[in-house]
């Protein structure tokens, strides 16, 4: 576990020029559109507080949840699943994981998702989609253990495999719950074999565990054959 985030538990518009007629105007007053909106992406954008320890990527927790056999397409699971809210810092996660529920208290079908910022926890997202996902099947009363220790060895960095790493997420389930690891690159087999490896390690894993390689296009595809759909989206 990385000592900083032990330590770290407990811590809690100008108006526009109304004058309109010649080129030179308007021309101005879509720069000046242009730079409002630059202005408010940035606005947007998460940033380490003062005296905060920054992290190598600003990361976004999602959730979702849907009822068990209801058909889903790529539009419905996009609408379904929600940004709780995004962080920069080691400071800021905290913020939002000690308030968060633990996987092990959720009830039904759903998921949490943590993604690097700009990333969507799809399978179609253009991080995702030449990518795939290490699967580890938990038996009930462990998923909590392991997301935690997951997502910290994610935002420390342990998996030593570049900017391959995408997000996590963690599924619960009736019977079973569900913890898997994303990367961008499928056909990479000595990075995969790398998260494999540093998967175990954290987790602390017996040597008899079984673990899945899957990529993203095997899973539309399972999705769409089973379903009978055109499209579908990640995560269900």
């Known amino acids: 576990m990385n000592n900083k985030f032990d330590a770290l538990k407990d811590d809690d518009s100008g108006d526009h020029d109304q004058d309109q007629g ?11 559109d242009e730079d409002k909106e630059q202005n408010n992406a940035k606005k947007k954008m ?3 507080g003062p005296g905060e320890h920054p992290l ?10 849907r009822t068990p056999g209801r058909p889903a397409s790529t539009q419905s699971y996009e609408q379904n ?10 400071e800021q996660f905290w913020r939002f994981y000690s308030h968060m529920i633990r996987p092990g208290d959720l009830t039904g079908h759903s998921d949490f998702h943590l993604f690097k910022e700009g990333i969507k926890p799809m ?7 030449m990518g795939g996902k290490w699967i580890i099947r938990l038996r009930k009363g462990l998923a909590s253990r392991c997301w935690e220790n997951l997502i910290l060895a994610m935002l420390g960095e342990q998996f030593m495999v570049g900017e391959e790493i995408c997000g996590a997420v963690v599924s619960v389930r009736f019977q079973e719950d569900i913890i898997s690891i994303w990367n961008k690159t499928a056909s990479d087999q000595a990075t995969s074999g790398r998260i494999r490896d540093t998967l175990r390690r954290v987790l602390n894993l017996p040597p008899n565990t079984i673990m899945e390689y899957k990529t993203h296009t095997d899973s539309i595809k399972a999705w769409v054959d089973f379903h ?8 269900r």
């Open 22 to 32: 010649s080129p030179k105007n308007c021309e101005k007053e879509k720069n000046e």
């Open 46 to 48: 998460v940033v380490p």
């Open 56 to 65: 190598q990527y600003n990361y976004t927790f999602w959730y979702s949840r």
């Open 81 to 90: 699943i929600k940004q709780i809210g995004g962080f920069a810092s080691v």
């Open 123 to 129: 399978w179609e997202d253009d991080a995702n989609k």
């Open 228 to 235: 009978g759909l055109v499209t579908a989206s990640g995560g």
